[in-house]
Nanobody, 122 residues
Framework: QVQLVESGGGLVQAGGSLRLTCTAS????????VPWFRQAPGKEREFVAT????????SLTDSVKGRFSISRDRAKNTVYLQMNSLKLEDTAVYYC???????????????WGQGTQVTVSS
């Protein structure tokens, strides 16, 4: 079982930055692909970014390209989502997940964190 814990969320003004962290409880995490999803009130959970187990492949959804980046430190069992130039529409609960899949479908991932709230104000 892989337990994931997100941190780093908070309240930030539009144009500001936050760095989200996803930390895992086991070393198995370093062998898994790790996506970030987000869910705004009344909306479906949507894909934001993903990184392969090695860190050699990353993908971002179009709406965050040029503003967000994803990286990982395998030695620290941690994945980061750096969010710059935040917009009001980035407000959501952000979740990290982990699994063998490398897709943008939430249903393909077995392990999930509890989520961290990101609120962007004007």
């Amino acid at each position: 079982q892989v337990q994931l814990v997100e941190s780093g969320g908070g309240l930030v003004q539009a144009g500001g930055s936050l760095r989200l962290t996803c930390t895992a409880s086991t070393r198995t995490f370093s062998d898994l692909n790790v996506p970030w999803f987000r869910q705004a009130p009344g909306k479906e959970r949507e894909f934001v970014a993903t990184i392969s187990w090695s860190g050699g492949y990353t993908s971002l959804t179009d709406s965050v390209k040029g503003r967000f980046s994803i990286s990982r430190d395998r030695a620290k069992n941690t994945v980061y989502l750096q969010m710059n130039s935040l917009k009001l529409e980035d407000t959501a609960v952000y979740y990290c997940a982990a699994g063998r899949a490398l897709t943008q479908r939430a249903a393909d991932y077995n392990y999930w964190g509890q989520g961290t709230q990101v609120t962007v104000s004007s």
